[in-house]
C-alpha cells in the first residue's frame, strides 16, 4: 500500500518567510511523528500525535514551530519568520499507536527547507 | 549516543564481508533499541529491533547485539552487499526517559560504504 507522503519534497524559501510543510501519514496509522535532519544536529525529534491526546511538543526548538493534525489524518508544519538556521531535511513517520507499546515508525521521505 | 555535530564514522567494507556498526546509549533504563537505515534521499527504514530482555536478535542477514552492562549496542551485517550501502541510525525511544514508546532519539549514524 502506499506509504507515508510528504510535501513538497524541495521548498526554497526566504529568511523571514512562513512555509508550511504537509505530511500524509499511512492509512488506519494514528500516531503520527516529525523530526528534522540536519547537518549540525543530526536527526531529532519535533513533536507526536498520538489519537484525541494532546500532541508531545517537546522537541520543538522555538515557538515559531507550530504543529496542528486535522482529522486524525494530514498534518502540517509551520514553521514562522524562517532562520537559516532552520534548513534541513524535516522527516514524518506514522505508525500504529504509540502510548502503552511499540510500533513500527514508518518514515516519509521528507521535505527539504533551505533558507536563503 | 547524542548527536552533537556531524562528522558521522564511516565504515568501507569490501562486497561479501561482513560489516560490524556500533552504537553507545545512555539512559540505563531504556528497554527497547532500533537500527535504522537511511539511503541517500529517502527517510530512515526500520531494520531490525531488540527488547533489553535479549542480548541478541537475528533477521535475514543482520545481527543486533545488546549489552546492558556497557550501554552497547552492535548491528552486524552478513555478507555485505553494495545496496547496504547507506548510513545506519542506532534509536532509543527512552533516551530522555519515561516509558512511551513513540519519541525516538537517534544516535550520529554510521555511513557504511560498500565497495563491489
Known amino acids: 500500500g502506499a506509504g507515508v507522503s510528504q510535501s513538497p519534497s524541495n521548498k526554497v524559501t526566504e529568511k523571514g518567510k512562513d512555509v508550511e510543510l504537509r505530511c500524509d501519514p499511512i492509512s488506519g496509522h494514528t500516531a503520527l511523528y516529525w523530526y528534522r535532519q540536519s547537518l549540525g544536529q543530526g536527526l531529532e525529534f519535533l513533536i507526536y500525535f498520538q489519537g484525541n491526546s494532546a500532541p508531545d511538543k517537546s522537541g520543538l526548538p522555538s515557538d515559531r514551530f507550530s504543529a496542528e493534525r486535522t482529522g486524525g489524518s494530514v498534518s502540517t508544519l509551520t514553521i514562522q519568520r524562517t532562520q537559516q538556521e532552520d534548513s534541513a531535511v524535516y522527516l514524518c513517520?506514522?505508525?500504529?499507536?504509540?502510548?502503552?507499546?511499540?510500533?513500527?515508525?514508518?518514515f516519509g521521505p521528507g521535505t527539504r527547507l533551505t533558507v536563503t | 549516543g547524542e548527536s552533537v555535530g556531524l562528522h558521522l564514522p564511516t565504515l568501507s567494507v569490501q562486497e561479501g564481508d561482513n560489516s560490524i556498526i556500533n552504537c553507545a546509549y545512555s539512559n540505563s533504563a531504556s528497554d527497547y533499541f532500533i537500527w535504522y537505515k537511511q539511503e541517500s534521499g529517502k527517510g530512515p527504514q526500520f531494520i531490525i529491533d531488540?527488547?533489553?530482555?535479549?542480548d541478541k536478535r537475528q533477521g535475514q542477514r543482520v545481527t543486533v547485539l545488546l549489552n546492558k552492562t556497557v550501554k552497547h549496542l552492535s548491528l552486524q551485517i552478513a555478507a555485505t552487499q553494495p545496496g547496504d550501502s547507506a548510513v545506519y541510525f542506532c534509536a532509543d525511544p527512552q533516551a530522555a526517559g519515561g516509558t512511551s514508546y513513540g519519541k525516538l532519539t537517534f544516535g550520529q549514524g554510521t555511513i557504511l560504504t560498500v565497495h563491489p
Open positions: 531488540i527488547r533489553s530482555n535479549m
Open positions: 513517520a506514522s505508525s500504529l499507536a504509540s502510548s502503552g507499546g511499540i510500533y513500527e515508525q514508518y
